[in-house]
């Protein structure tokens, strides 16, 4: 069983900036492609960042481009999202995603490749 369990939200003010955290256990990490998605009020679950087992391959959801910065630790089998100059707009609960691969460059943006779904964590950047 994979239990990914997100941390670091919170109330941050515009062009502020958070860490979150996906910490997994139950299985081995390396096997993981990895990625964070995020929902609003009344949207859709969007895709934000993804991650490949190798490392070496990420993408980026264009509305935080050059802004966030997802990354993973194998020693500490946990997952990052480092979000600087936040805006209003990225106000959402915040969900971390795995599934099992055997490539070891796959990332997904799909929303259905992903088996295992921690269970949120709210971001809210007002003033």
């Known amino acids: 069983q994979v239990l990914p369990i997100e941390s670091g939200g919170g109330l941050v003010q515009p062009g502020g900036s958070l860490r979150l955290a996906c910490a997994f256990a139950g299985r081995i990490f390396r096997d993981f492609g990895l990625g964070w998605f995020r929902q609003s009020p009344g949207k859709e679950r969007e895709f934000v960042s993804a991650?490949?087992?190798?490392?070496?391959?990420?993408y980026y959801a264009e509305s935080v481009k050059g802004r966030f910065s997802i990354s993973r630790d194998g020693a500490k089998n946990t997952m990052y999202l480092q979000m600087n100059s936040l805006k209003p707009e990225d106000t959402a609960v915040y969900y971390c995603a795995a599934d099992v691969v055997s490539g070891a460059r796959w990332a997904s943006q799909r929303r259905n490749d992903y088996n295992y779904w921690g269970q949120g964590i709210q971001v809210t950047v007002s003033s």
């Open positions: 991650i490949s087992r190798s490392d070496d391959v990420t």
